[in-house]
């Protein structure tokens, strides 16, 4: 049997990611890696081919799935919809609040010439969705609580980076404990965003900068940290780069519900992640097998993790799958 | 819109379940109760008409998906592939190692007849068998372990009933921590069946039974008991009925895999329920939902729950999935 043959499109920590992950499976070949960097001047993990964005095309009949792995802000948006009129794409979009209009947009495309695209893969948007979704369908009466972390905020270190006398800077984003054991409980309790996380930051300031002023201006960003508990640490650049150079996230979703005669029932999932790239890349390869099936049985146009058969995503055999797995 | 039509077929306390908790959905109406017993000595929870199971043919045009609430051992493999000549089902059947046989006979039943059967539906068989399958899926070069419990073993408690001077009993199955923390680490652990449960008995034996006898007998019984660590308690009649007259479960999967260079990546998921027959009965009538959509599909035959995109199973549209969940 014929491996299914992907392609990598932008070449970050992410699309490191898969093309690090996708040597563990069994049915799929690296291709090419597309980059709008000259590709003479991007040195790449594996040998696999580096080819120049403007040659997409050209590429037609060699690629069977494209894993789209530019970022959320400017890249996705323009890239998924233009690439989507020539190949099956998965991306990892995860501006919530623009899903709706990202999937119109990439619908279109992908509709009007065959192709199948799943958007928005990942862990959130993604496995945290799904759980959010099968929970819901099951205690339809139950609430549902996400909570993000321990983890690197890359929105939140930028935030802190911006600041005047700031070198460099990360962001931890913690669950706090309470809320989580309340929720576990079942307890339901109504949380505000400061009361379920807090935010720990790790900043090295310029020499001679003012550490007050810098950890005043941290703990008074509207929208980022003013609605928060937060504690600012300031460390020297070595200590930085030391134990602060790693890509950690996870977090829980937890529902919580009742049936019959006060029968509380709580359902959670959580991830623990050492490397929240790679994980991301992990679910976007497995999005790609069923893409591709998908794509195979007609299934054109966009599509997200809810509309994929579990099945889908396994190497396995259905026979397998039942016999070994259910 | 018209509303689902659902039916039951057996009243237990799963039957019981799903009487209750279709109450909670909006889109769907509890139209009969099947039962093997004669119908007006059976008092059931609700206004449902309670029909004899002989009568199944006559309601053919009235339902929309049959719900099997038999058990395993000798109910379900003989009425499912019977009832999906004429019904669209839905079924938990449980013998892990049978599924692949069961799957085949329920088959063939609604194929021929173009109806949909979901088979082996609940929470294990069901949801855990779902989260290995993701999580497989995902880190495929990881481990995956289920724990199950604390929760109640009918087979282990009926086992204990079945020896000599003992009145009534129950008896809890417990994930050992140590073992559970280890696979959380990330430590992929090699655990026989008895690291990673033991079992707590609480017996009730008759006036003037030989304790220790009983004791000794369940502690070497082997398949059930003998490869675990095992505690017994005795109780009287009434600190039986009084302390354990739930059916309290629940129980953990998780998968533990690494990506790029020592990596590590933990997935988990678990279930505390205070009623196991009432959340099944949840999982249930959501792929009663499922299977009615897929019914008007076409898509016949049997199916898990690994052939079900998640979608199927809300009440709400695609539109607001994304939306409000993605």
């Not at 970050?12 to 070949?29: A, F, W, Y």
């Not at 792995?69 to 919809?81: M, N, Y």
């Not at 505000?192 to 002023?213: I, M, N, P, W, Y």
Request: hydrophobic share 35%.
């Amino acid at each position: 049997m014929s491996k299914i043959r992907i392609a990598i499109c932008g070449y970050g920590n992410l699309g490191r990611g898969v093309e690090s992950e996708i040597t563990k499976t069994g049915d799929m070949d690296l291709v090419a890696v597309f980059t709008r960097r000259n590709p003479e001047d991007l040195k790449i993990n594996s040998n696999t081919p580096v080819v120049n964005m403007a040659d997409l095309e050209a590429w037609k009949d060699k690629i069977d799935v494209m894993i789209m792995c530019g970022g959320s802000a400017t890249d996705l948006p323009k890239q998924v919809p233009e690439v989507a009129k020539l190949y099956n794409t998965v991306d990892s979009f995860d501006t919530h609040a623009k899903i709706p209009e990202h999937f119109e947009t990439v619908n279109k495309s992908a509709e009007e010439n065959k192709k199948t695209s799943i958007i928005s893969g990942g862990w959130d948007p993604g496995m945290f969705s799904l759980m959010r979704l099968y929970a819901s369908s099951i205690l339809t009466s139950g609430k549902t609580y996400t909570f993000w972390g321990k983890g690197v905020s890359q929105g939140h270190s930028d935030a802190i980076r911006r600041i005047d006398g700031v070198k460099n800077a990360i962001q931890y984003t913690i669950p706090i404990d309470e809320a989580v054991e309340s929720v576990r409980r079942g307890e339901n309790p109504s949380l505000s965003t400061g009361e379920k996380h807090l935010r720990e930051c790790f900043v090295v300031a310029e020499d001679g900068a003012d550490k007050d002023r810098i950890e005043n201006e941290i703990k008074t960003m509207p929208n980022y940290f003013s609605d928060y508990k937060t504690i600012v640490h300031f460390i020297s650049e070595e200590e930085l780069k030391r134990d602060h150079n790693k890509m950690p996230h996870g977090g829980f979703v937890i529902h919580s519900g009742e049936t019959g005669n006060g029968n509380k029932q709580i359902i959670e999932y959580s991830l623990k992640l050492d490397s929240n790239p790679e994980f991301t890349a992990s679910v976007l390869i497995a999005l790609a097998r069923a893409n591709y099936r998908m794509n195979k049985m007609g299934l054109y146009g966009a599509k997200t993790i809810f509309d994929v058969a579990p099945a889908m995503l396994s190497e396995k055999t259905p026979e397998a799958l039942r016999k070994e797995l259910l």
